[in-house]
């Protein structure tokens, strides 16, 4: 059975780190391509983040310098470190992972960003 499970999210305060993790089960993780989303309250999902198999990694302008994508193959987890965070960081982050065609979504960890 084919599994991403997110964990990690929480209510911090501005400023203050979080690091969100993605097990996935099922697949052969080190040839998928880890990305994290995130849904904010009305708003569309956005790509966060993502990391290739080969370890390339990309970021939304509005987090580069704060947050960092990683991924641990022996593990089959990928890492989201969310350094500096702000009230608008607050969503339901999600991780995916893909190896076209296939691709798998886990259901969301919510992380909250707030005095």
């Known amino acids: 059975q084919i599994q991403v499970v997110e964990s990690g999210g929480g209510l911090v305060q501005p400023g203050e780190s979080l690091r969100l993790s993605c097990a996935a089960s099922?697949?052969?993780?080190?040839?998928?391509?880890m990305s994290w989303y995130r849904q904010a309250p009305g708003k569309q999902r956005e790509l966060v983040a993502v990391?290739?198999?080969?370890?390339?990694?990309n970021y939304v302008d509005s987090v580069k310098g704060r947050f960092t994508i990683s991924r641990d193959n022996a593990k089959n987890t990928a890492y989201l470190q969310m350094n500096s965070l702000k009230p608008e960081d607050t969503a339901v982050y999600y991780c995916?992972?893909?190896?076209?065609?296939?691709?798998?979504w886990g259901q969301g960890t919510q992380v909250t960003v707030s005095s």
């Open positions: 099922g697949i052969i993780f080190s040839t998928y391509t």
């Open positions: 990391i290739s198999n080969s370890g390339t990694t």
């Open positions: 995916k992972g893909t190896n076209w065609p296939r691709t798998y």
